[in-house]
């Protein structure tokens, strides 16, 4: 079962967008396949992001956007930090728990994030890439050698929000960082 650290701007497409491009992650989550493991700072990140105006969501869709983030990750402590630096200091968590526990991907859209991914790779072992990357990855049955996007970073042309368990979205979200 491979074990996933998943950045905030996915949380949004999984539990607000219903972006069709993370369905198999969240049917692969749903089932067992896959097993997201999070903290109590990126639950946190997670709720300030939602609560945004931008998003036009109610608390109560709000709330059920966080229940869907609970149901679908492991809650773990906070990683002590390791050797591999980022651009952006918000990004830290992900990489130290990333790190911490040895998980086979960290999947974001976030440039400062991917652009870390070739001493991630060859430094800890560790997968850095969009949804997109890692599905090619496992269809092909193999992790090694992606370190270049083989889809955009940021796709032109976002789609429609699909709200998953949560209704009335609007579709503003940011392109880099939440």
């Known amino acids: 079962m491979p074990r996933l650290i998943i950045d905030t701007n996915i949380w949004l497409d999984l539990v607000v967008f219903g972006d069709p491009r993370v369905q198999a992650l969240r049917d692969g989550l749903e089932s067992g396949h896959y097993r997201a493991i999070g903290t109590h700072a990126m639950r946190s990140e997670l709720a300030v992001v939602l609560a945004r105006p931008q998003f036009g969501l109610s608390d109560v869709q709000q709330q059920a956007a966080l ?26 968590k992900f990489l130290d728990l990333a790190v911490a526990h040895r998980v086979d991907w960290l999947l974001s859209k976030d440039r400062a994030l991917l652009a870390a991914r070739k001493f991630a790779l060859k430094r800890f072992d560790l997968h850095i890439g969009t949804v997109e990357q890692m599905l090619a990855a496992e269809t092909r049955g193999q992790h090694e050698g992606i370190t270049q996007p083989e889809t955009p970073i940021q796709p032109e042309g976002m789609p429609q929000p699909q709200a998953m368990g949560v209704t009335g979205a609007s579709d503003t979200r940011p392109t880099q960082k939440p």
């Open 67 to 92: 229940q869907q983030w609970e149901a679908l990750t492991e809650k773990v402590d906070v990683a002590p930090p390791c050797n591999l630096s980022c651009r952006d200091p918000d990004d830290r």
